[in-house]
């Protein structure tokens, strides 16, 4: 049973325009919600994160939402650059911090930038 | 400069022969995780490591054993490797303090023919 799901595995937007990449969970026990960038054949670079005590949290170009009734999660970039295409990856941790920090990841989106 | 590396970054073996990925991060961090990722799948935990000596089960650990002997090495080993096995393999780390955010390695490419 996939607890966490991203279920479009890819997007394409035009460069300027905003990117929203959706992610669903099913656990209510998650408390911690974390976005990954991956490029080809490199590793899954942390990009951004919100805890459940939240709804939005922002980094520059990046904001993620996070509505727990829904328990559903996006994150948007604006605006998108070419740079920005890659795999994104949604993770949520419930383990309440501390120990083993263990993360249930969804299946990728990739995102592609149209100069 | 890279605070985690693994090795090697690609491998082509036989099915039934033991296999040995190595990790190895230099920020003293306590926690380490083994993953694997397929299409379809995502992420993946194999297994991970809260301390030296310290390892537990992953979702997918059938196969898959490991070792952790020093605090900057992570050992992921396949006993008798098998086709299904064919994955790119990442490893990560996470410090202490609550913090939630792994940083992964660059990641190998292991081939099972």
């Known amino acids: 049973d996939q607890q966490v799901k991203q279920n479009s595995p890819s997007l394409s937007v035009q460069e300027g325009r905003i990117s929203i990449l959706n992610c669903d969970y099913t656990n209510s026990m998650f408390d911690y919600f974390l976005w990954y960038k991956k490029y080809p054949a490199e590793g899954p670079t942390f990009l951004i994160s919100?805890?459940?005590?939240?709804d939005k949290n922002e980094d520059g170009r990046f904001t993620v939402f996070l509505n727990k009734s829904a328990k559903h999660l996006s994150l948007h970039i604006v605006p998108s650059q070419p740079g920005d295409s890659a795999v994104y990856f949604c993770?949520?941790?419930?383990?309440?911090?501390?120990?083993?920090?263990?993360?249930?990841f969804g299946t990728g989106t990739l995102l592609a930038v149209q100069p | 400069d890279a605070g985690i590396t693994q090795s090697p970054r690609h491998k082509v073996t036989e099915t039934g022969t033991p296999v040995t990925l190595r990790c190895h991060q230099t920020?003293?961090?306590?926690?380490m995780y083994w993953y694997r990722q397929d299409p379809g799948h995502g992420l993946r935990l194999i297994h991970y490591?809260?301390?030296?000596?310290?390892?537990d089960k992953g979702e997918v650990s059938d196969g898959y054993s490991v070792s952790r002997s020093k605090t900057e090495d992570f050992l992921l080993t396949l006993e008798s490797a098998t086709s299904s096995q064919t994955s790119v393999y990442f490893c990560a780390m996470a410090g202490t303090g609550g913090a939630y955010e792994q940083y992964f390695g660059p990641g190998t490419r292991l081939t099972v023919t």
């Open positions: 490591s809260y301390g030296v000596k310290d390892t």
């Open positions: 920020e003293n961090h306590r926690y």
């Open positions: 919100i805890s459940s005590i939240k």
């Open positions: 993770a949520a941790s419930g383990t309440g911090g501390g120990a083993t920090n263990k993360l249930i």
